[in-house]
């Protein structure tokens, strides 16, 4: 009979792989998150609270006209302005109504890049019924990441990514830009795009993927471009 362990040997975790990198200076520890959901979200919230408020107008002043049309209380005049301001509410209120419902889930829910041992993660969750969609990104498929301002006196700050590897449109977030679409010289590479970010956030993620990065050589800074 085989002879028991010893009682001075460590218990191995089951199903936990042991470290592949054992060294003080490994980042498999290190997991950041930066927030992309900015003033914008903020906007879309109030638009959509204003909107449903003239909705409700809507629905009062032609019910209302209909009440006074149903008692013949009204004249041609008090019913021409009712219909008026009813037709202004429909397409302030519910028609609107149509665009906001369909785009505010992505504009409010929770989206951002973090960056962890593995890679970059570009990320919008699900919400409601935003379906969610987002990318991860290893580290050996990037050769670098790079900001880019574009504009004269107002800037639109963006992060460059440029991988070695090919990726589809449809593997990316569909808020990631071409060079082509922002007319900005395109690099000989099997996938380049770009994410447009708020300046303080930006400044952010560079410090970030230089931190968790095990190069931070890939993170290229730019003065503005012209």
Do not use: C
Not at 39 to 61: C, D, E, H, I, K
Not at 101 to 108: D, F, H, K, T
Not at 123 to 150: D, N, S, Y
Not at 203 to 219: C, F, G, R
């Amino acid at each position: 009979m085989a002879s028991p362990e010893s009682p001075d040997a460590p218990a191995a975790l089951s199903g936990v792989p042991p470290d592949p990198d054992p060294r003080p200076e490994s980042v498999s520890h290190l997991r950041r998150y930066v927030s992309l959901r900015g003033p914008n979200a903020r906007m879309w919230m109030t638009a959509a609270y204003f909107s449903a408020v003239l909705t409700v107008g809507f629905v009062l002043v032609v019910g209302s006209m209909l009440w006074h049309v149903s008692r013949e209380e009204s004249t041609v005049g008090s019913v021409s302005l009712w219909a008026s301001a009813g037709l202004v509410m429909l397409f302030v209120g519910p028609g609107s109504n149509v665009f906001l419902l369909r785009g505010l889930p992505q504009r409010i829910t929770r989206q951002g890049i973090s960056a962890d041992s593995d890679g970059v993660t570009l990320l919008q969750e699900r919400k409601w019924w935003f379906p969610g969609e987002g990318t991860f990104i290893a580290w050996r498929e990037i050769r670098r990441i790079r900001e880019v301002h574009i504009g004269g006196r107002r800037l639109t700050h963006f992060i460059e990514f440029v991988l070695h590897t090919h990726r589809t449109d449809a593997e990316l977030p569909g808020w990631a830009e071409s060079a082509d679409g922002l007319g900005l010289e395109a690099v000989d590479a099997p996938t380049q795009f770009y994410v447009q970010v708020p300046k303080d956030p930006k400044e952010k993620i560079l410090k970030m993927i230089e931190l968790t990065a095990p190069s931070p050589s890939i993170v290229e800074r730019t003065p503005p471009l012209r």
